[in-house]
């Protein structure tokens, strides 16, 4: 039990990190972009809220296996497969996770304005200083939003890891497979445990996005 929890604390925890680094300049993108076609874009990154997980599972999983043209690029490097493997499960967390990093800081972003931004240019500071010094620290909401988010979400996943990783014990078992191997056991008091463990998890989480939103104020142009 302790190799699962484990597992699933890493892989919730690479793929919050991991995510925190790729939604960012993409959410802000978004968020300042007045190109036309960003709402495609914006739909795209937003398309796991609505796909069922198992058809993310089953894409990532294809992608990841040996007759894949990625994978093909990789075996010069002595990789065939990232199917069933760790490293599997974060590529798939990442696409399964990417919609709740980037709303989160899209919306945080945009609550910033013009007028912070333009009022750093007026004293000099480049695209970058007003990037780092003024548009990230003022939507520390955001990140802090997006990680929970992204945190809790992965904790919880289930189709896309079963697909992507077979449940393979000591190697890529989380606690949602977890429940799922011990009911199919008719082991239900053990599966109850870790339900349960997972609800007030889930409620810990939501409590802290409410708590953020109520003392973290946003920020106004």
């Not at 793929?15 to 495609?40: F, Q």
């Not at 497969?81 to 990442?94: D, M, Y």
């Given at each position: 039990?302790?190799?699962?929890?484990?597992?699933t604390?890493?892989?919730?925890?690479v793929?919050?990190?991991?995510?925190?680094?790729?939604?960012?300049?993409?959410?802000w993108w978004?968020?300042?972009?007045?190109?036309?076609?960003?709402?495609?874009?914006?739909?795209?990154t937003?398309?796991?809220?609505?796909?069922?997980?198992?058809?993310?599972?089953?894409?990532?999983?294809?992608?990841?296996?040996?007759?894949?043209?990625?994978?093909?690029?990789?075996?010069?490097?002595?990789i065939?497969?990232l199917?069933?493997?760790?490293t599997?499960?974060?590529?798939?967390?990442?696409?399964y996770?990417?919609?709740?990093?980037?709303?989160?800081?899209?919306?945080?972003?945009?609550?910033i304005?013009?007028?912070?931004?333009?009022?750093?240019?007026?004293?000099g500071?480049g695209?970058?200083d007003?990037?780092?010094?003024?548009?990230?620290?003022?939507?520390r909401?955001?990140?802090l939003?997006?990680a929970?988010?992204?945190?809790?979400?992965?904790?919880?996943?289930?189709?896309?890891?079963?697909?992507?990783?077979g449940?393979?014990?000591?190697?890529?078992?989380?606690?949602?497979?977890?429940?799922y191997?011990?009911?199919?056991?008719?082991?239900?008091?053990?599966?109850?445990?870790?339900a349960a463990?997972?609800?007030l998890f889930?409620?810990a989480?939501?409590?802290?996005?409410?708590?953020?939103?109520?003392?973290?104020?946003?920020?106004?142009?």
């Amino acid at each position: 039990m302790g190799l699962v929890l484990a597992t699933t604390a890493e892989l919730a925890l690479v793929t919050t990190i991991l995510l925190l680094i790729i939604a960012t300049p993409l959410a802000w993108w978004l968020a300042r972009s007045r190109c036309w076609w960003k709402e495609v874009v914006g739909a795209i990154t937003a398309l796991p809220l609505v796909l069922p997980p198992t058809v993310i599972g089953f894409y990532v999983l294809i992608a990841l296996g040996p007759a894949s043209p990625l994978m093909a690029l990789l075996e010069p490097f002595g990789i065939r497969t990232l199917a069933f493997t760790f490293t599997g499960l974060v590529i798939g967390s990442l696409f399964y996770s990417l919609p709740f990093a980037i709303q989160p800081l899209r919306t945080a972003f945009e609550a910033i304005g013009d007028r912070p931004l333009e009022i750093a240019a007026t004293m000099g500071a480049g695209s970058l200083d007003r990037f780092f010094t003024v548009a990230l620290p003022l939507a520390r909401r955001g990140f802090l939003s997006a990680a929970i988010l992204v945190f809790a979400h992965t904790v919880g996943e289930f189709g896309v890891v079963l697909m992507i990783g077979g449940n393979i014990p000591g190697k890529t078992e989380v606690l949602s497979t977890r429940i799922y191997q011990l009911v199919e056991s008719l082991r239900f008091s053990e599966a109850h445990r870790i339900a349960a463990v997972l609800v007030l998890f889930s409620f810990a989480a939501l409590l802290a996005l409410l708590l953020i939103d109520r003392r973290i104020g946003t920020p106004r142009p």
